[in-house]
């Protein structure tokens, strides 16, 4: 099977899904977020206060890059921003399946509105933000994936399924 990468906008389930996922199909699961905070020492949001986020962007990329050659038959869910450089379109489809979650944006803000730890939201009105960063990020991520599964009003197993059912 190889992997199965999952991208979608912040809040669209692709960290949940991916766990729920690993499980159904007894493969491990990764976060990119999770791994670079994991190698950079720091939380995301200290990555983009101090750095700034043309640098977190850069390390999304070089993660990319180093899981091509290491990871196998996982589950990696990815952020949400990372679809946006077009250089990573041509990794993420090297590196596997490539499945966009896609919600709109009253789901997301539903599920993220009181969510501090979302650099990205932190504004006056994150709900305007939402919706434009997804009206520039839908046809990215259609075009950086291989399959659409949408989430909205649906269970996990209904998603699970979907997914299950065309990758195999």
């Known amino acids: 099977m190889g992997n199965i990468i999952l991208i979608g906008f912040m809040g669209c389930g692709k960290s949940t899904i991916g766990v729920k996922l690993s499980y159904r199909l007894r493969q491990p699961m990764l976060d990119t977020d999770k791994l670079i905070e994991k190698e950079e020492g720091r939380t995301i949001s200290e990555i983009f206060e101090t750095d700034g986020e043309e640098y977190f962007r850069n390390l999304e990329t070089e993660c990319i890059k180093k899981l091509i050659s290491t990871v196998h038959n996982q589950i990696i869910s990815v952020g949400g921003g990372l679809p946006m450089r077009e250089e990573n379109h041509a990794l993420l489809k090297e590196l596997g399946m490539v499945v966009y979650l896609r919600a709109r944006a009253e789901t997301i803000y539903e599920r993220v509105k009181h969510d501090k730890t ?26 950086a994936s291989d399959v659409i599964v949408d989430v909205d009003n649906k269970d996990f197993d209904t998603i699970l399924d979907e997914i299950v059912n065309v990758i195999e």
Request: proline share 8%; net charge positive.
């Open 118 to 143: 979302r650099p990205l939201l932190q504004c006056d009105d994150p709900r305007e933000k939402i919706r434009t960063l997804m009206e520039k990020r839908a046809a990215v991520y259609e075009q």
